[in-house]
């Protein structure tokens, strides 16, 4: 989240809305509010994660962890693979993300979902220097936080799918209303997504199918 303070942010109903705008029907979406009492519902594994991280970043990941497991409906250990995603039950596939305030995730167990990917960002404006490592010189006219956002949920996507580390300006964006591509330009992989603004926030959400996954 580059240069983000969403310390005045509040939590408002306009949100769950919003999720469920860009979702389609067999992904499950959600949010919670953090809060540290979400650290007594965390597993051994997952406690001994955080156990040397600061108040805040625990709190995060607490409350990650029971968002969840709500949209899972299982009573399970989520823990951290080597790579950082959650080590999820078979058949699943999710996405997780946060703001200073809240976690937002998507979930499905439909066969046909290769890989999600979900990222919320406060609308706020970004600093030049910032916007200039966000958007490519060929997306000067985006707003950098929104575009921040989007490249961040396929990201994501790409990454659960064993995609290589990626600068900002390796991804294209191609947004086109409250949808938008996503193209990891040198590899030739395209994402499609879809994108709203919703209680002072942009939200962006990446679902890639067996019939729509498409690499060079």
Do not use: C
Request: charged share 25%; proline share 6%.
């Amino acid at each position: 989240m580059p240069g983000t303070d969403a310390t005045e942010l509040v939590v408002v109903p306009e949100l769950a809305d919003g999720l469920v705008a860009i979702a389609p029907e067999d992904v499950e979406v959600g949010w919670r509010r953090i809060t540290p009492a979400d650290l007594r519902s965390l597993w051994p594994i997952e406690a001994e994660h955080i156990a040397r991280a600061v108040p805040i970043r625990q709190h995060e990941f607490a409350t990650g962890r029971a968002l969840l497991r709500e949209l899972i409906g299982e009573t399970v250990a989520i823990p951290v693979a080597a790579d950082r995603r959650p080590v999820l039950p078979n058949g699943v596939q999710a996405s997780l993300a946060h703001d200073r305030q809240l976690a937002v995730a998507a979930m499905t167990r439909a066969p046909g979902i290769r890989a999600l990917g979900i990222d919320v960002e406060p609308a706020t404006l970004l600093e030049p220097e910032i916007a200039r490592m966000v958007l490519r010189p060929d997306e000067r006219g985006l707003d950098a936080h929104h575009a921040f956002t989007m490249k961040e949920a396929a990201y994501k996507a790409w990454s659960t799918l064993g995609g290589r580390l990626l600068d900002h300006h390796d991804v294209r964006l191609s947004p086109d209303g409250d949808r938008f591509g996503a193209e990891v330009v040198d590899d030739g992989a395209r994402f499609e997504g879809r994108t709203v603004l919703a209680g002072g926030r942009w939200l962006a959400l990446v679902v890639v199918r067996d019939i729509q996954w498409r690499s060079t």
